[in-house]
């Protein structure tokens, strides 16, 4: 057998839901009661997904009528939906459903029975550090309280990686793991593709390029950064398999994905944030690329969450970059001088620990009032320049004419950052003027001294 063939037979073993189950089974993860068995129909759903895939939001069993439901305790069949938990006695397991319901596609997760609690919770987190709320978090806290210079850069490698990754998923099409034997304790993006997994893509890209962008930058062992990339990248690739979302070798492609893409496009970065920040017309390139990048992305395939998810991403890296023009133009936010390099992290003070804590609540109540306005405006606004019907929100959001702009425009206002940045500034003149006022009060105390001086002179004078 010629090494070509031994590949390929490795990918199919690694492709099978089979290994998927035994995964989860092995962190504590089983169907419910009356579920159809493991096995049923699990090698013709991987010959479909290579050969005949699906179409999104087909599942595989779903023409299955399941046995009926068996109430617990408390009256909810087979325990509680879409993330409570109940625990029918304290000697059995307790049962959880979906993390999260899908409310484009109306999916609800089904219920499983957890005996490993501690595993679930882990690898839930591993699971929100490639989610939506994450990201709002992290990367304006990066430029808001820790290094701009850094949040920018992270910014551009996370649209690259992420554009790629989504676009791939539509090009090569690969259906979810088979459900079952598989139990899928997500089904937030159930109707997207499953190769490559855009999460462990996301998870290895993050921490390999904050290591990167900090290291030299500020002062901290290298150990520290090498021991935080394998950490978090193995529990966000490991979450998508005992979430049930990925196959293993959809997160090993993943994984080798984004080594090909950092290996490639890292050199450019620091090209690309000088451009956003400098060039006169940035502003105008920026929104214009992003977009058309955006348009060519929701012509691969039909209608799946993944376009809407694109949209956001393009959105959010045009909305930064343009932000990161103004402000440099501004004087806002500047980069430290070289000379001051390498950084030295602040005593964290009841002061600076306030301060960063009132930044980020400013700015996401800011962040939370722009989307929900701008919800309100560019919905109904695209469905009347589109003549759609925007009587159900969810069939119009299915048109690109309305999905694309609304997540663009939505995700790319910078106001929210423009305003910290204002009261940033703020802050420092504020800063600026105690510290006057400081050195006047310390001026007044030496005059103060040297009177004293000059009276006690005048009496021993006398």
């Known amino acids: 057998m010629s090494l070509g063939q031994r590949l390929a037979l490795l990918a199919v073993r690694l492709q099978e839901p089979q290994r998927v189950a035994s995964f989860q089974r092995l962190c504590g993860v089983e169907a419910p009661l009356g579920s159809p068995a493991e096995g049923e129909d699990a090698e013709s759903e991987v010959r479909g997904a290579a ?44 049962r959880a459903g979906s993390l999260r319901r899908n ?20 690898f839930s987190l591993g699971t929100e550090l490639g989610n939506e709320l994450f990201y709002i978090f992290f990367f304006p806290f990066w430029i808001w309280n820790l290094d701009p210079f850094v949040g920018r850069r992270l910014v551009i490698i996370w649209v690259l990686v992420m554009y790629l990754g989504q676009c791939t998923k539509d090009i090569i099409r690969w259906p979810r793991p088979a459900s079952p034997p598989v139990v899928k304790l997500e089904i937030f993006y159930n109707s997207e593709y499953s190769m490559p997994s855009t999460h462990a893509m996301s998870g290895t890209a993050i921490p390999i390029a904050m290591v990167l962008l900090t290291y030299g930058r500020w002062q901290y062992p290298l150990l520290y950064g090498l021991i935080l990339i394998p950490c978090w990248s193995s529990l966000v690739c490991l979450s998508r398999i005992y979430m049930g979302m990925h196959s293993i070798l959809d997160v090993i492609a993943g994984f080798l994905y984004t080594l090909l893409i950092l290996a490639i496009f890292y050199p450019l970065v620091d090209l690309i944030d000088n451009f956003n920040q400098t060039y006169k017309y940035a502003p105008i390139i920026i929104i214009g690329l992003h977009l058309a990048l955006g348009i060519f992305s929701f012509t691969l395939d039909t209608w799946s969450t993944s376009r809407g998810d694109t949209a956001e991403i393009l959105g959010s890296g045009a909305g930064i970059a343009c932000g990161s023009h103004a402000t440099y133009n501004l004087g806002l936010l500047l980069d430290p001088p070289l000379h001051t390099l390498p950084l030295a992290s602040p005593p964290l003070t009841v002061t600076l620990f306030g301060k960063a804590i009132l930044r980020v609540i400013i700015g996401m109540i800011t962040v939370l009032i722009v989307r929900v306005i701008m919800k309100k405006i560019t919905i109904p606004l695209a469905c009347k320049l589109s003549s759609i019907p925007c009587d159900d929100l969810r069939q119009a959001r299915q048109h ?63």
Not at 56 to 68: I, V
Not at 103 to 122: A, D, F, I, K, M
């Open 51 to 94: 050969g005949n895939p699906r179409r999104r939001g087909q599942q595989p069993g779903a023409e299955r009528s399941p046995g009926p439901a068996k109430p617990d305790c408390c009256g909810a069949p087979n325990g509680v939906r879409n993330g409570l938990a109940a625990e029918p006695g304290p000697a059995g397991p307790r």
């Open 103 to 122: 409310s484009l596609t109306g999916e609800e997760g089904e219920l499983v029975r957890v005996s490993n609690w501690p595993l679930y919770y882990l």
């Open 400 to 462: 690109m004419e309305v999905e694309l702009p609304y997540r663009y425009i939505t995700y790319g206002m910078k106001e929210e950052e423009e305003e910290e940045e204002e009261e940033e500034e703020e802050e420092e003149e504020e800063e600026e003027e105690e510290e006057e006022e400081e050195e006047e009060e310390e001026e007044e105390e030496e005059e103060e001294e040297e009177e004293e001086e000059i009276s006690f002179n005048i009496q021993i004078v006398k």
